[in-house]
């Protein structure tokens, strides 16, 4: 399985693998079902502590995305929305580009629409 | 070295250096042993300990020694060549050293045979056609032609299209096959059997019959793999965690998909050294024939693993030299 991981922006290195990983379950690359690398494969491809991709898949269990079963590894449980969902949220960057609302603020909004 | 040529070719070379040459020296080494050595129903030295002669058996065991090893091992490597399906350097090493053998043996024991019983030496025979076989050996590793690979990819691997500073990591993993695996299985379980017999039977003095358990162990270890490539380098590591190859990022100078031919090319499955593909050969974690990557390091080494999606895990460690 490849992982793309975005440049280091001063963000922890689980942090970044996290969002990899939920990025790439987003746009369908990884789908639902489908077993993440073992930590100790994915710590020695990326020169990393296995704790550390072990924090960033606790990350992605608390988020929903995957379950972490003994024995079984990290196995994928949330879904992307495909083309549709995607679109929908171009839009929403674009509008609030327009509107001059800057990333962490357009964060907090989708969190707390999400949440309710 | 690695001569390309027509597989026609190919097979008739092997059959020179496995059944023709060995059935000429063989034919010859008999008609001197009955021309020149003693009657056949003299009794012979046939064993030599250190201080020299300390067994005697009928002359004609000499001819039937020379006839079966000198020809029956050959004959018996290209019998088992005619179900390989390409003809690499693995399968020549083999033909040059079974020849060389042959040689060896025909030669040391007919000459020893025609001395006697006026002279029983063995050493200075065997030696002479030690530095003989050697020389044919040689003659066939260097003049046998080997088959081409098969579709031969060598296309330099894909662009991964990485955003500046986006870094790659990618994972995968290789299982021998369900026969191998029955097998090992298999003979871990004869092997426990017979150690427990015979621990039973002999008590702990038969301890050394618990290594063959070891060695099936050892070997079991090298039938499910896990490979990950990414910015660290290469690591493919066994799925019992040991052994482990890594192959760091800064020493790999090209990263490529190939196929390889598990028989053919290496000789068989598990952890395998092949000679050719530059001074050093190639080293291989070997569980299957097919698809595998293939690296070369700095120094010219060659490590090759069996894995699927080679191409990707290819793309990565390239994307990863070039910055």
Do not use: C
């Not at chain 2, 060549?81 to 003809?87: C, E, F, G, K, N």
């Amino acid at each position: 399985m490849l992982i793309t991981i975005d440049p280091n922006g001063g963000a922890p290195a689980y942090d970044r693998i996290a969002e990899a990983v939920a990025a790439q379950i987003a746009d369908g690359t990884i789908s639902r079902g489908e077993r993440l690398p073992a930590a100790r494969d994915l710590a020695d491809a990326l020169g990393l502590n296995v704790h550390t991709v072990l924090h960033a898949y606790q990350r992605l269990r608390d988020e929903g995305l995957v379950e972490l079963r003994r024995g079984r590894g990290a196995i994928v449980v949330g879904t992307g929305g495909g083309e549709p969902l995607r679109r929908a949220v171009a839009a929403a960057v674009a509008e609030a580009r327009a509107a001059g609302v800057a990333l962490p603020a357009l964060i907090a909004l989708v969190r707390k629409e999400h949440q309710s | 070295m690695t001569a390309v040529a027509s597989p026609r070719s190919v097979r008739v070379g092997l059959a020179i250096v496995l059944a023709a040459l060995p059935l000429l020296f063989v034919a010859a080494a008999i008609v001197v042993m009955l021309v020149a050595g003693p009657p056949l129903d003299s009794t012979v030295v046939t064993h030599w300990g250190v201080a020299g002669p300390d067994g005697w058996g009928p002359a004609w065991s000499y001819p039937v020694l020379v006839a079966s090893i000198g020809l029956g091992l050959p004959v018996l490597a290209w019998a088992s060549t005619l179900a390989v399906p390409r003809i690499g350097d693995a399968v020549v090493l083999v033909a040059a050293l079974v020849l060389g053998v042959s040689v060896l043996l025909t030669f040391g024991l007919t000459w020893s045979f025609v001395q006697q019983p006026a002279a029983a030496d063995i050493g200075l025979p065997l030696a002479l056609g030690a530095v003989l076989g050697l020389a044919l050996g040689l003659g066939a590793w260097f003049l046998l032609p080997r088959e081409p690979l098969r579709g031969d990819p060598a296309a330099p691997a894909p662009e991964l299209g990485l955003a500046e500073g986006q870094r790659a990591a990618w994972t995968g993993s290789v299982s021998a096959g369900t026969g191998l695996i029955v097998v090992v299985t298999a003979v871990l379980v004869l092997g426990l059997a017979v150690a427990a017999t015979t621990l039973a039977a002999v008590g702990w003095a038969a301890w050394p019959s618990l290594l063959v358990v070891v060695l099936v162990l050892l070997l079991a270890t090298t039938l499910r793999w896990r490979v990950a490539a990414g910015p660290s380098g290469l690591v493919v590591r066994s799925a019992a965690g040991w052994p482990v190859f890594r192959i760091p990022a800064a020493a790999i100078v090209q990263a490529r998909a190939v196929r390889v031919e598990a028989f053919g090319e290496f000789g068989g499955w598990g952890l395998r050294w092949a000679p050719g593909h530059g001074r050093r050969g190639r080293f291989g974690v070997i569980v299957r024939s097919g698809e595998a990557l293939e690296v070369t390091r700095r120094d010219g080494r060659v490590f090759v693993v069996t894995v699927a999606d080679a191409e990707t895990a290819a793309a990565v460690l390239e994307a990863q030299r070039r910055g």
